[in-house]
């Protein structure tokens, strides 16, 4: 199953502005936000080294701050890490 760069940043600005909501000033919304801005602007190799960055450091910088997702931020954190098993391998082709 291939997946495009749209559907990714899509996902991301999801995760973006339920963040962005309701715990703006963290550190994980801000890392989030930066992220969605480095995506939108790159393409092949860069897009998935910044997804890739993402992916490692996301679950840290989430794990320090003092929040919870809700339900909803919890359904699209998921939703963007699902992209996480289809590896750096698969991608090319798609973007």
Do not use: C
């Not at 997946?3 to 919304?29: G, I, R, W, Y």
């Not at 992220?35 to 490692?56: C, M, P, R, V, Y």
């Amino acid at each position: 199953m291939m997946v495009s760069k749209d559907e990714v940043v899509h996902a991301m600005q999801n995760l973006n502005n339920a963040l962005a909501a309701s715990h703006p000033n963290s550190e994980t919304a801000r890392y989030v936000q930066q992220t969605l801005k480095d995506l939108i602007k790159s393409e092949g190799i860069a897009f998935t080294g910044t997804l890739q960055t993402f992916f490692n450091m996301a679950p840290s910088i989430k794990l320090s701050d003092s929040f919870a997702f809700n339900e909803t931020e919890k359904g699209l954190w998921d939703k963007v890490f699902s992209f996480k098993q289809l590896g750096n391998n698969l991608w090319g082709a798609s973007l």
